[in-house]
């Protein structure tokens, strides 16, 4: 089953920053919230259909059913994310953690499958929703920077160097939907 077609709130695209840098996720500049895991763009990857790219790479974390039943009924991805914590994670974090309460160990192999998994769920996003793909276009040759500090895989890293696999991600695809359009 195909996710609904939904026509996102999105007025357009944004202009590009005079730097050519695009920062989201802490620091949204105006226009960018579509490029974000969380934002509310449902797809179906498998048979399965997942509120956001966020709630899909969570449950990408374990096959037990249970798990990705409560990932998917996540009201939020942030929440959704708080449910995938590692249990070793700070009690802070893992408070909430799935994996913590229930005592099963996320499958062994995450570090190793993370970006593939993550890659597949922002293409199913932007192959599935024509409106956020041409957003995405429009960002042209901008750089995407996932501005976290405190990821410094996903996004910048407390100190701005770390490795912006989010961003990195979606320049791939902006690329491939470039060429495919040709």
């Known amino acids: 089953m195909?996710?609904?077609?939904?026509?996102?709130?999105?007025?357009?695209?944004?202009?590009i920053p005079d730097d050519n840098r695009i920062l989201y996720f802490q620091r949204d500049r105006a226009g960018f919230s579509f490029l974000s895991h969380y934002y509310a763009a449902s797809i179906e990857i498998d048979g399965e259909t997942w509120p956001t790219v966020e709630h899909f790479y969570q449950a990408q974390k374990s096959p037990d059913p249970e798990y990705r039943a409560a990932i998917r009924a996540a009201v939020?991805?942030?929440?959704?994310?708080?449910?995938?914590a590692a249990p070793e994670a700070p009690s802070k974090v893992s408070k909430r953690s799935?994996?913590?309460?229930?005592?099963?160990?996320p499958r062994a192999d995450w570090d190793t499958v993370k970006v593939e998994v993550m890659r597949r769920g922002?293409?199913?996003k932007f192959r599935q929703h024509a409106d956020?793909?041409?957003?995405?276009?429009?960002t042209?040759?901008?750089?995407?920077?996932?501005?976290?500090?405190?990821?410094?895989?996903?996004?910048?890293?407390?100190?701005?160097?770390?490795l912006n696999w989010a961003g990195r991600i979606l320049m791939e695809i902006r690329e491939s939907l470039s060429i495919s359009r040709g």
């Open 98 to 105: 799935w994996f913590k309460i229930s005592g099963v160990r």
């Open 2 to 15: 195909r996710p609904a077609k939904v026509v996102h709130t999105i007025t357009g695209p944004a202009a």
């Open 140 to 162: 042209r040759t901008a750089v995407l920077i996932e501005d976290s500090r405190l990821d410094s895989f996903w996004g910048t890293g407390e100190n701005g160097t770390g």
């Open 76 to 84: 939020h991805p942030s929440l959704a994310k708080q449910l995938a």
């Open 132 to 138: 956020l793909a041409a957003l995405l276009l429009a």
């Open 122 to 124: 922002d293409i199913a």
